[in-house]
Each structure stands twice: as C-alpha cells, then as structure tokens.
C-alpha cells in the first residue's frame, strides 16, 4: 500500500525540497498544501478582498498542480493562469498567513488536501499535513531549522529570483509569519504528538531525502 506522507515546519526549513525529492524517489506526488493558501492570497489581493472574508474565494478557488511540473517551486494553475511565481512575492506570503488564519478558508483547502491525498503515494507539505489534514499519515515529519539558517535560505530563493530585498526584511517578515502561524487559533503550527522531528541546520538535503526514503520502504 502506498503511503501519505506529512512534511510539516515552519517557512524555510526546506520543507519543499525534501518533499519533493522524496517524491521523486518513492514515485509519490508531490503535493505543496502552501500554495493552495498562496493563491487564496493572491485572490484576495487581486480582488481587493479582505482576509477575513476570503472563505468564499477558498471555496471556489480553481486550483491545479501540473503534474508534470517537475523542479521547484510546483507549477501551480489558478483557473488556468500561471501564478507560479505571482505566489510567491513577500507581499503574497505575508497574505497567505492572514488568509491562513481563517477556520472557514481552511475548511474549504483542507477538504481539497485530503480529496487530493486521499489514494495515498503522496508526499503532501504544509503546517497541519500530519496534525489535521492526514492524522492517520503513515510517516509525519516535522523538518526545521534555526530562524536564522531559514531566513537564509529564503534569502538566496528570493535574491535567485531577482526580487530586492534585504535580509533584516527576511528575517522580521519570518518572524512575522511563524508569529502568526504559530498563534492562530485554528490548527496552529506544531509537530504532531507521533511526527519525527528534524533539525536540518548543516545537514545535507540529500542525507535527509535518504533517512527519510528508508522510514517509507522499510
Ligand atoms: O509553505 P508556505 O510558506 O508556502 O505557506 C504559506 C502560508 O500558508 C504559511 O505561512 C501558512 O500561514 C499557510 N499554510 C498553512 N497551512 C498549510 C500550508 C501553509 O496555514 N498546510
């Protein structure tokens, strides 16, 4: 039988990498649960919509993955326009925490998650993968890193990607975010009591891939 496997942590502790290399050598999907919040965001902002009244645009948002995207970050389409990169700007990230917070938005993307996942043979990332959304997951990891090692890494994805921006930015607009993520009422960011936690500060992502691909094999 095929797995689900949950990859939850804060932002920047390599969530996405490990996730998605692990796919890849189990065969699994890779499925990125923070770009579903990402374009919810997006709507929002477009739309002039206020997060707390973001339900409804959760609810029918059209949200595809590309399957054959592979590389990183997932191809993502919002009734079919290519938001790839549009999710990802500072001000989008910021937006998808506020969005993130309200029970009704997700409601509407944890019943997408689970209907996506619900086969198995999927390696799905998030904050509440193993806590909310698949509580039953045969492999839950909790992956993170130092605040200062994530705001790193974000760093060098953002400078990689052209956007101007300096590292205090990062770093505050990190603490922000995992602030939120952490408080917010509804399914706040925490390990599941059964998750393995890893710190990934000087590990190599592929050691990690590897630990990780032997838990789902043995
Ligand atoms: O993972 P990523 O940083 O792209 O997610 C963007 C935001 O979406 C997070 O800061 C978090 O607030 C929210 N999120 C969530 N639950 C998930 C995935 C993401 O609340 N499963």
Redesign the pocket.
């Known amino acids: 039988r095929r797995w689900v496997v949950a990859i939850?942590g804060p932002?920047?502790a390599g969530?996405?990498t490990v996730a998605r290399l692990l796919a890849d050598r189990l065969g699994y999907i890779y499925l990125?649960?923070?770009?579903?919040?990402?374009c919810v965001?997006l709507l929002a902002l477009r739309g002039a919509v206020e997060p707390e009244l973001a339900t409804p645009l959760a609810e029918t948002a059209e949200i595809l993955f590309d399957p054959a995207g592979i590389g990183e970050p997932q191809k993502v389409l919002l009734a079919g326009e290519d938001v790839t990169r549009a999710?990802r700007t500072p001000e989008v990230?910021q937006l998808?925490?506020?969005?993130?917070?309200v029970p009704g938005v997700?409601a509407a993307?944890v019943r997408l998650?689970q209907a996506l996942g619900a086969g198995g043979g999927v390696v799905m990332?998030?904050?509440?993968?193993g806590t909310v959304?698949f509580p039953h997951a045969e492999l839950k990891v909790f992956l993170t890193a130092s605040p200062e090692e994530r705001a790193r890494r974000r760093f060098a994805e953002l400078e990689a990607r052209g956007e101007i921006i300096d590292f205090e930015t990062v770093l505050a607009e990190q603490r922000e975010?995992d602030e939120?993520?952490q408080t917010?009422e509804t399914?706040p960011?925490k390990a599941a009591a059964d998750a393995i936690t890893l710190l990934t500060d000087g590990r190599t992502i592929e050691e990690i891939v590897v630990e990780l691909a032997g838990k789902v094999m043995s």
């Open positions: 939850d932002a920047g969530k996405s990125d649960s923070g770009a579903m919040y990402r965001a999710i990230s998808a925490s506020k969005v993130a917070a997700r993307l998650q990332e998030g904050r509440d993968i959304v975010r939120r993520d917010r399914s960011l």
